[in-house]
């Protein structure tokens, strides 16, 4: 571990009157490090990403993003925070109504100091990087393929070059073949750009090839933290069931 960390939180606690989603999480993240967020559906992991960019704050309990508390910073700080994030929304939801061009360019069109010559400079730069052509950018997300819109998706959370990015079940609903070209794309750019990954998935093969830590919530707690190799060594219940299958797979897969 070199620097500070990147994400810190500390007994974090998330309620919604007598429902409890998080009890007592404790995990930090350090710079060009990838976490994978699993667990059951529900169990509060999209929750745990808006607790970690600032978007919702914990009943109890402290997150600090790039060292700044959250619950102390004021929203513009919390904004300014969040700028240096790019996020991946569930399902890679692309704006409707706009091309892929202009989704790309949102978050520089948000800023309002970036010239519409520049945009266009970034936003192809940002097409090429993830895959898809020029021409790609004039089509309505409509006419794309499943993986094309994962890119697309992609390319617009890493539009402002962000330090730290955040994945929200980025490879759900595309087939085998186009996951792993999303997650081997991932890869390429993490190790080109180093930024930081959060990301939720289910797929074992991914977060194995991705080399990333693993944070499993079950019973509103971290069943599981730490490597692949440790997570699967866990003896916990709920770690084994989560596991069972795929595990046998991925060690199929290494002795290949
Ligand atoms: N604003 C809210 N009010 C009440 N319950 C909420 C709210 N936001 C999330 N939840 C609940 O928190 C739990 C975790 O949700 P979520 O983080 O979306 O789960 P996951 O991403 O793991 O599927 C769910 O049971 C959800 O209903
Ligand atoms: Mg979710």
Same mark, same amino acid.
């Given at each position: ?11 974090? /606690? ?53 060292? *700044? ?85 992609? !390319? ?22 186009? &996951? ?6 991932? &890869? ?29 919530? !079950? ?5 599981? /933290? ?6 699967? *060594? ?19 897969? *290494?002795?290949?």
């Amino acid at each position: 571990m070199n620097g500070a960390a990147v994400i810190d939180m500390e007994g974090v /606690w998330t309620c919604f009157g007598d429902k409890v989603v998080h009890r007592d999480i404790t995990l930090s993240l350090h710079k060009g490090e990838i976490l994978s967020l699993m667990g059951s559906s529900g169990c509060g992991k999209t929750l745990l990403m808006r607790e970690m960019i600032g978007l919702q704050a914990p009943t109890r309990g402290r997150v600090e993003l790039f060292g *700044e508390s959250l619950r102390e910073a004021s929203e513009a700080q919390r904004q300014q925070l969040r700028n240096r994030c790019g996020v991946l929304f569930q399902s890679g939801a692309l704006f409707s109504a706009l091309t892929v061009f202009d989704n790309i360019a949102f978050p520089l069109r948000e800023l309002r100091f970036v010239d519409e010559d520049m945009i266009g400079q970034l936003v192809r730069l940002k097409l090429a990087m993830v895959g898809l052509r020029a021409e790609d950018g004039l089509l309505m997300p409509a006419e794309l393929s499943g993986g094309m819109v994962r890119r697309a998706a992609l !390319a617009r959370a890493l539009i402002m070059e962000p330090e730290l990015v955040f994945l929200d079940e980025p490879t759900s609903g595309l087939d085998p073949v186009l &996951s792993e070209e999303f997650v081997n794309l991932l &890869s390429e750019l993490h190790q080109e750009l180093g930024f930081t990954v959060v990301m939720v998935t289910h797929d074992l093969n991914t977060l194995s090839e991705l080399g990333s830590r693993v944070a499993l919530i !079950a019973d509103q707690q971290l069943a599981a /933290w730490g490597d692949i190799a440790q997570v699967l *060594e866990s003896d916990h219940p709920f770690v084994r069931r989560f596991f069972h299958g795929q595990r046998a797979s991925l060690i199929f897969k *290494e002795t290949a």
